[in-house]
């Protein structure tokens, strides 16, 4: 079959991937957007475009997906059930693909409480699981939620998010299962900090055998201070930051401590990459687009392979 887009050929054939997120804008400026994306051409083979990220409002995941495209820069659309019924929802599915939109991250979101607009009306018609199956069903049998039909169905990569160290541990691979039988085809997870713990996680998904089923991209974080790391470790939730990253950052003069962001990065990128059934790895610099290329460069992910959206390959998944 067919790769629906560049990134689903390349981890069909069996390539690492490398992903990286966009930092959301808030100007109405497309150059704003294009600026940003253009530090990050060569050096990954897709771009998220987050979705009011944090529960801060910044410019849509579909329009800035959309800006992607025009520049030939592939994207991957983030969509989140926290703001949207299931009607605006999948007008969003089929506007993106209308717009050259192939890959998506279906997700939660996190909650108001997180952001700057505390008081608004979370939606949550359908939680994330149903809108994976809902995606899954707009492309395999072309048709809504409602069971109408499609005059033309979407082609889409679909993914969903995963967070290994979220309590109770042993809960999340069973999470991550039932994701991919929704339709999941490929899983971002939260940012890893702890290679051994991720390394059981994902033992623990190889004995359910989805190895052969889904592709895994750990999401790396690249810390550019002490401080950050600190803020992450104390006030993001769900996120396990060790104290020795904390502490290697504290104990490095404040001069130099983006630079050593950038070598734990790197060794976490080489550390996970030799754990069985991972995938490639999702690269994320806060607002920070050029870290993201100095750690694709230092952790010898560079050049990027290139192949054909098209192209016919093989794999399962």
Same mark, same amino acid.
């Not at 109405?28 to 990220?53: F, I, K």
């Not at 309590?167 to 899983?187: S, T």
């Not at 992450?232 to 504290?250: C, F, I, S, T, Y």
């Given at each position: @079959?067919?790769?629906?887009?560049?990134?689903?050929?390349?981890?069909?054939?069996?390539? *690492?991937?490398?992903?990286?997120?966009?930092?959301? #804008?808030? /100007?109405?400026?497309?150059?704003? #957007?294009?600026?940003?994306?253009?530090?990050?051409?060569?050096?990954?083979?897709?771009?998220?475009? #987050?979705?009011?990220?944090?529960?801060?409002?910044?410019?849509?995941?579909?329009?800035?997906?959309?800006?992607? %495209?025009?520049?030939?820069?592939?994207?991957?659309?983030?969509?989140?059930?926290?703001?949207?019924? &299931?009607?605006?929802?999948?007008?969003?599915?089929?506007?993106?693909?209308?717009?050259?939109?192939?890959?998506? %991250?279906? @997700?939660?979101?996190?909650? %108001? #409480?997180?952001?700057?607009?505390?008081?608004?009306? &979370? +939606?949550?018609?359908?939680?994330?699981?149903?809108? +994976?199956?809902?995606?899954?069903? @707009?492309?395999?049998?072309?048709?809504?939620?409602?069971?109408?039909?499609?005059?033309?169905?979407?082609?889409?990569?679909? =993914?969903?998010?995963?967070? $290994?160290?979220?309590?109770?541990?042993?809960?999340?691979? !069973?999470?991550?299962?039932?994701?991919?039988?929704?339709?999941?085809? *490929?899983?971002?997870?939260?940012?890893?900090?702890?290679?051994? !713990?991720?390394?059981?996680? @994902?033992? +623990?998904?190889?004995?359910? =055998?989805? !190895?052969?089923?889904?592709?895994?991209?750990?999401?790396?974080?690249?810390?550019?201070?002490?401080?950050?790391?600190?803020?992450?470790?104390?006030?993001? $939730?769900?996120?396990?930051?060790?104290?020795?990253?904390?502490?290697?950052?504290?104990?490095?003069?404040?001069?130099?401590?983006?630079?050593?962001?950038?070598?734990?990065?790197?060794?976490?990128?080489?550390?996970? &990459?030799?754990? $069985?059934?991972?995938?490639?790895?999702?690269? +994320? =610099?806060?607002?920070?687009?050029?870290?993201?290329?100095?750690?694709?460069?230092?952790?010898?992910?560079?050049?990027? $392979?290139?192949? /054909?959206?098209?192209?016919?390959?093989?794999?399962?998944?």
């Amino acid at each position: @079959m067919p790769a629906p887009s560049r990134l689903a050929g390349l981890l069909r054939a069996g390539r *690492f991937v490398v992903t990286a997120e966009l930092t959301s #804008t808030n /100007s109405a400026d497309p150059e704003a #957007t294009w600026r940003l994306a253009e530090v990050l051409r060569g050096s990954v083979d897709a771009v998220n475009c #987050t979705d009011n990220t944090g529960a801060h409002v910044h410019m849509s995941s579909l329009a800035a997906a959309h800006l992607l %495209v025009e520049k030939g820069i592939e994207p991957i659309m983030q969509l989140t059930v926290r703001d949207r019924n &299931r009607l605006a929802l999948q007008a969003d599915l089929l506007g993106a693909a209308a717009l050259g939109v192939r890959n998506i %991250v279906l @997700m939660s979101g996190d909650d %108001v #409480t997180a952001g700057d607009h505390p008081e608004a009306r &979370r +939606i949550y018609d359908i939680d994330s699981m149903q809108l +994976i199956e809902v995606a899954a069903g @707009m492309r395999d049998r072309g048709v809504y939620l409602s069971g109408r039909k499609l005059e033309q169905a979407p082609s889409f990569f679909i =993914g969903a998010v995963e967070n $290994p160290f979220a309590p109770p541990l042993e809960f999340r691979p !069973l999470r991550l299962q039932k994701k991919v039988r929704a339709g999941a085809d *490929f899983i971002q997870t939260q940012l890893v900090f702890d290679a051994p !713990l991720f390394t059981r996680f @994902m033992s +623990i998904v190889g004995d359910l =055998g989805l !190895l052969d089923k889904v592709f895994i991209i750990p999401s790396i974080g690249i810390p550019r201070s002490a401080r950050s790391a600190r803020y992450m470790r104390e006030k993001v $939730p769900g996120l396990h930051v060790p104290d020795a990253v904390v502490d290697r950052l504290e104990k490095t003069p404040p001069a130099r401590q983006s630079q050593e962001g950038i070598q734990i990065a790197v060794e976490l990128v080489k550390a996970v &990459r030799e754990i $069985p059934g991972v995938a490639g790895v999702h690269l +994320i =610099g806060i607002k920070w687009e050029e870290g993201v290329v100095q750690v694709a460069e230092a952790a010898g992910l560079l050049p990027r $392979p290139t192949v /054909s959206p098209l192209a016919t390959v093989g794999g399962s998944r």
